[in-house]
């Protein structure tokens, strides 16, 4: 069920308060925490010499969480009462290299985040930079995300107005969102889990500003660039397929993909495997001029231009379905249960009609990708294995009519 949202902000202190003492020792936080508070305290009170100005929009996620999300940026110059120019969104180096056209006309940084939550020095001298951005407001509209990274920098930024999503929170997590949050201007409850992100970017931005903005497709602007004719001919109709994930468990069997691309050839299409190098689920069977394996071989720039001109992308769980979908290829994405319906299938009001989630309902959904049922975390849920080769070519045939 989803909370209607009531156009009026919330305080913090209607959901946490600490004290001055509790925040100068406060129970319950991590090692890492201690490790990193000296650091952090430094940065934030480091003199910038002037003027606050502009919004700081802290995005530290995935590529997909930042497909959905790019929508309601183009909201925050009016919601805020901004200039574009004044908009900077900090963000992760995972999807530095497109920045540029993703996010133009607004200012971009990002970071290494995996560094930023791990090694101290590297996180002071992040720190520094997010301080010397100066903002007047800081923002963090982020459900499912981690207080020592995301919250910390709106702290770490000094902005004078700090607003945030009333996040996910755990009781592993309970005392350093208590730290944060108690020292934030105003929290906005954005519905009950599981609600969509997409909606939730909406009732974020609707409660701020007082009135309904709806909630849209993801949508991202993209080069025409052709694919390099060595890899695939001009005019030539291909397919792309993602195999891969960073989580082992959301990789669909490789040997499903394969009888999937076997399907394909036979109706006289290419098919062009791609991924990251380390989410190679196992040996591609490469056939001359009809099966090519890039797993491994393209740039995240080179990944969009192959996926912006295929017939039709079919993916796992992953960044790259959000991508396909946000450019307006055909995609059909394979879903697992861990998080059902916060991020993928969409909801209808913003599914565009070429996009397609193929999953098998179980009991066990929501389990937060801590699946008790494989014997290890090498093994793919089941909710994942069990999604059926006929009814995933069936919607790719539904597809690629679509596309003639």
Same mark, same amino acid.
């Given at each position: 069920?989803?909370?209607?949202?009531?156009?009026?902000?919330?305080?913090?202190?209607?959901?946490?308060?600490?004290?001055?003492?509790?925040?100068?020792?406060?129970?319950?936080?991590?090692?890492?925490?201690?490790?990193?508070?000296?650091?952090?305290?430094?940065?934030?009170?480091?003199?910038?010499?002037?003027?606050?100005?502009?919004?700081?929009?802290?995005?530290?996620?995935?590529?997909?969480?930042?497909?959905?999300?790019?929508?309601?940026?183009?909201?925050?110059?009016?919601?805020?009462?901004?200039?574009?120019?004044?908009?900077?969104?900090?963000?992760?180096?995972?999807?530095?290299?497109?920045?540029?056209?993703?996010?133009?006309?607004?200012?971009?940084?990002?970071?290494?985040?995996?560094?930023?939550?791990?090694?101290?020095?590297?996180?002071?001298?992040?720190?520094?930079?997010?301080?010397?951005?100066?903002?007047?407001?800081?923002?963090?509209?982020?459900?499912?995300?981690?207080?020592?990274?995301?919250?910390?920098?709106?702290?770490?930024?000094?902005?004078?107005?700090?607003?945030?999503?009333?996040?996910?929170?755990?009781?592993?997590?309970?005392?350093?969102?208590?730290?944060? @949050?108690?020292?934030?201007?105003?929290?906005?409850?954005?519905? #009950?889990?599981?609600? $969509?992100?997409? *909606?939730?970017? =909406? !009732?974020?931005?609707?409660?701020?500003?007082?009135?309904?903005?709806?909630?849209?497709?993801?949508?991202?602007?993209?080069?025409?660039?052709?694919?390099?004719?060595?890899?695939?001919?001009?005019?030539?109709?291909?397919?792309?397929?993602?195999?891969?994930?960073?989580?082992?468990?959301?990789?669909?069997?490789?040997?499903?993909?394969?009888?999937?691309?076997?399907?394909?050839?036979?109706?006289?299409?290419?098919?062009?495997?791609?991924?990251?190098?380390?989410?190679?689920?196992?040996?591609?069977?490469?056939?001359?001029?009809?099966?090519?394996? @890039?797993?491994?071989?393209?740039?995240?720039?080179?990944?969009? #231009?192959?996926?912006? $001109?295929?017939? *039709?992308?079919? =993916? !796992?769980?992953?960044?790259?379905?959000?991508?396909?979908?946000?450019?307006?290829?055909?995609?059909?994405?394979?879903?697992?249960?861990?998080?059902?319906?916060?991020?993928?299938?969409?909801?209808?009001?913003?599914?565009?009609?070429?996009?397609?989630?193929?999953?098998?309902?179980?009991?066990?959904?929501?389990?937060?990708?801590?699946?008790?049922?494989?014997?290890?975390?090498?093994?793919?849920?089941?909710?994942?294995?069990?999604?059926?080769?006929?009814?995933?070519?069936?919607?790719?045939?539904?597809?690629?009519?679509?596309?003639?």
């Amino acid at each position: 069920m989803r909370d209607t949202p009531k156009f009026k902000t919330s305080k913090s202190n209607a959901f946490f308060t600490s004290n001055l003492f509790w925040r100068l020792l406060p129970a319950g936080m991590r090692r890492r925490w201690w490790m990193f508070r000296l650091f952090d305290f430094v940065a934030k009170y480091t003199p910038i010499f002037r003027k606050r100005r502009g919004v700081l929009v802290v995005r530290m996620d995935g590529i997909g969480d930042m497909v959905l999300f790019r929508t309601s940026l183009d909201h925050y110059g009016e919601v805020f009462g901004v200039k574009k120019s004044e908009i900077t969104v900090l963000g992760c180096d995972s999807w530095g290299s497109i920045t540029s056209e993703v996010f133009e006309g607004y200012k971009v940084l990002t970071i290494d985040e995996h560094s930023f939550a791990r090694w101290p020095l590297y996180r002071f001298w992040v720190s520094l930079k997010v301080r010397a951005v100066n903002p007047a407001i800081s923002v963090c509209d982020s459900y499912l995300r981690r207080a020592l990274m995301a919250d910390s920098l709106m702290w770490i930024s000094g902005a004078p107005r700090m607003v945030s999503s009333l996040p996910f929170i755990s009781e592993g997590t309970r005392a350093e969102y208590q730290y944060y @949050l108690s020292q934030i201007d105003e929290i906005i409850p954005t519905g #009950d889990y599981p609600t $969509h992100e997409a *909606l939730r970017h =909406s !009732n974020f931005l609707s409660t701020i500003a007082g009135r309904q903005i709806k909630a849209e497709a993801p949508k991202i602007s993209w080069r025409q660039t052709l694919p390099p004719s060595d890899i695939v001919p001009h005019g030539v109709p291909y397919v792309v397929l993602n195999p891969g994930s960073n989580e082992f468990g959301r990789r669909w069997p490789l040997v499903q993909y394969q009888r999937l691309a076997k399907k394909l050839v036979l109706k006289g299409l290419l098919v062009i495997f791609v991924g990251g190098i380390s989410e190679r689920p196992g040996a591609i069977q490469e056939r001359e001029g009809k099966i090519i394996d @890039l797993i491994g071989k393209t740039s995240l720039e080179q990944l969009l #231009d192959l996926m912006n $001109h295929a017939q *039709l992308v079919v =993916s !796992n769980d992953t960044g790259p379905a959000h991508l396909s979908i946000a450019i307006s290829t055909p995609t059909l994405v394979i879903v697992g249960g861990g998080h059902f319906g916060c991020f993928v299938p969409y909801p209808e009001e913003i599914r565009p009609i070429n996009a397609r989630f193929v999953y098998h309902h179980m009991g066990c959904y929501h389990c937060f990708w801590n699946c008790p049922k494989r014997a290890s975390k090498y093994d793919v849920f089941p909710c994942v294995e069990a999604v059926h080769i006929d009814e995933v070519w069936r919607v790719s045939q539904q597809l690629l009519d679509f596309t003639k």
